[in-house]
T-cell receptor
Framework: DAGVTQSPTHLIKTRGQHVTLRCSPI?????VSWYQQVLGQGPQFIFQ???????GRGNFPDRFSARQFPNYSSELNVNALLLGDSALYLC??????????????FGPGTRLTVL | AQTVTQSQPEMSVQEAETVTLSCTYD???????LFWYKQPPSRQMILVIR??????QNATENRFSVNFQKAAKSFSLKISDSQLGDAAMYFC??????????????FGKGTHLIIQP
């Protein structure tokens, strides 16, 4: 079975532009989470989606948005890019989102560079 | 807000020896999960081991084991018989189980583990 896939692998944008990152979860997984990992830091939680609804949001500005599609794939959108948005963006999928422990499986990430 | 602290930015160990990575966390909750994730240079984050806070018994997965001290809010990872393939960034992470688990994982800054051949 294929793992979590993300596209593109690398992306270079300039300040003020908009970017869309994509994620396909493991088959059968209905929950997708997004994380931002700045160089030298641990990942920071951005969003969690389950059954196409937002279930959780981290401390990120409104420039960040996401959605989940009927096939459970997801997009992360970032508007008005800042230099500080340069990071590795990780997507993780899991079976569920609620109280039961459910392992999050991570994708390889998208490396975003903002110039 | 919950925080996770990894006080060792980098650790080095000889192949076949044992190394312990430290992690402390701060929370007022009693019901949560703790994890150790490995991130090799290829970037894909892999779950190494997990611990439910309500369980007193320390989790073990082959060469990997944890020392979970709930009162001290400490969660260290011991790697026995270190192998070259263990070289990676290791992240300690916390996940609250209340509130639907919708806060995502809270990660520490990571420990870079170097294996000396």
């Amino acid at each position: 079975d294929a793992g979590v896939t993300q596209s593109p692998t690398h992306l270079i944008k300039t300040r003020g532009q908009h970017v869309t990152l994509r994620c396909s979860p493991i088959s059968g997984h209905k929950s997708v989470s997004w994380y931002q990992q700045v160089l030298g830091q641990g990942p920071q939680f951005i969003f969690q989606y389950y059954e196409k609804e937002e279930r959780g949001r981290g401390n990120f500005p409104d420039r960040f948005s996401a959605r989940q599609f009927p096939n459970y794939s997801s997009e992360l959108n970032v508007n008005a890019l800042l230099l500080g948005d340069s990071a590795l963006y990780l997507c993780a999928s899991s079976h569920r989102w609620d109280r039961e422990i459910n392992e999050q499986f991570f994708g390889p990430g998208t490396r975003l560079t903002v110039l | 807000a919950q925080t996770v602290t990894q006080s060792q930015p980098e650790m080095s160990v000889q192949e076949a020896e044992t190394v312990t990575l430290s992690c402390t966390y701060d929370t007022s909750e009693s019901d949560y999960y703790l994890f150790w994730y490995k991130q090799p240079p290829s970037r894909q984050m892999i779950l190494v081991i997990r611990q439910e806070a309500y369980k007193q018994q320390n989790a073990t997965e082959n060469r990997f084991s944890v020392n979970f001290q709930k009162a001290a809010k400490s969660f260290s990872l011991k790697i026995s018989d270190s192998q070259l393939g263990d070289a990676a960034m290791y992240f300690c992470a916390y996940h609250l189980t209340s509130g639907g688990g919708a806060d995502g994982l809270t990660f520490g800054k990571g420990t870079h583990l170097i294996i000396q051949p």
